[in-house]
């Protein structure tokens, strides 16, 4: 910043940094004031008063100390004796706060070392804050990211988001997908918490949040409005249920959501590697949710037993389709519906 193009230099790289990177010059402007006032303290002493000025018309960055005019010094720091203040200026007075400027080329080499490093790390705190306002929005919706790497170890997918690096974890995998790099695969965004060095993302392919939206991507209908999907329960890689339901009575949800030749359920189920999906018209009946949930079972009767809770009749060659391998499609069904089921063969 010694001359006026370094300024310029200096000036038209926050102009950068916010078109590039997205941090706010007004932010950057607060961290570089904060390191001059810090370098200026070490220079002259920490009690020291200080104003920081940035002129972007004149392209110029001022700083200036500012000191009382006093009839006897106690403090040099803060003070300045009249004959003194009289030397530059024969207006000052007894009481008067006058600023001098200081040349910030005039630093030490210290304190402009100390002044550079808060400024790199105020660019490093800026871009995790920028990354974090990104995952923020990101919250609960479905963004593509292309895997880069692998873990053979652990099976944890290190993926490019279009925001910076996230992690996979195996866990958050549907059971049994493998992955190439290059591979561009759907992630559902579950968490974003603030950490020391950069905003922790929780990436899932497992989360029924992802089967939610990937329906409101691929059906149009949903996206307008017009059908509403209701309650979503999911066994990642195995089944999933989704209840709708339509706001029109001339559109069928179920039919929308399957599409022509079934190409739109087709295509999550591509994206989902298989997983089969029900979809289940969704009730403001308990009963008939419930009904409806255990398909593709046929109930004979629900009966509400207490508060969440029912018992369900079936015919007898119907009761391991209710219930389901390993009890999936009861266990499912009651998820998507918010009941205890307990599932009788007539």
Known sequence: MSTKSSRESFLNALDLLEKEKGIPKAYMLEKIEAA????YHKEY??????R??????????????????VAEVTDPETEISLED????????????LIEIRVKPEHFRRLSAAAAKS????AIREGERRVMQEAYENQREEIITAT???????????????????????????????????????KVFVTEVNKEAHGPLVTLSRSHSGLVRRLFELEIPEIQDGVVMVKAVSREAGV?????????DEDVDPIGACIGNRGMRIGGIVDELRGEKIDIIPYSEVPEEFIAAALAPARVLSVELTGERACRVLVEPDQLSLAI??????????????GFKIDIKAE
Not at 36 to 39: G, K
Not at 88 to 94: G, S
């Open 239 to 247: 089944r999933s249920k989704v209840a709708v339901c339509s706001r």
């Open 36 to 39: 001059l006032v810090s370098a």
């Open 324 to 337: 389901g391998r390993e009890g999936l499609n009861a266990r499912l069904a009651a998820r998507l519906t």
């Open 147 to 185: 895997v880069s790497k692998i873990d053979p170890v652990n099976g944890n997918v290190v993926v490019e988001t279009g925001t910076g690096r996230a992690v996979l974890l195996k866990g958050e995998q549907i059971p049994g997908e493998d992955f190439l790099v290059g591979d561009r695969v």
């Open 45 to 50: 002493g920490a009690g020291a008063q200080v």
């Open 52 to 69: 920081i000025l940035f002129d972007f018309d004149k392209d110029d960055v001022r700083v200036f100390q500012q000191k009382t005019v």
């Open 85 to 96: 203040a009289k030397a530059l200026n024969k207006r000052h007075t007894l009481g008067k």
């Open 118 to 121: 808060v400024i790199i790390q």
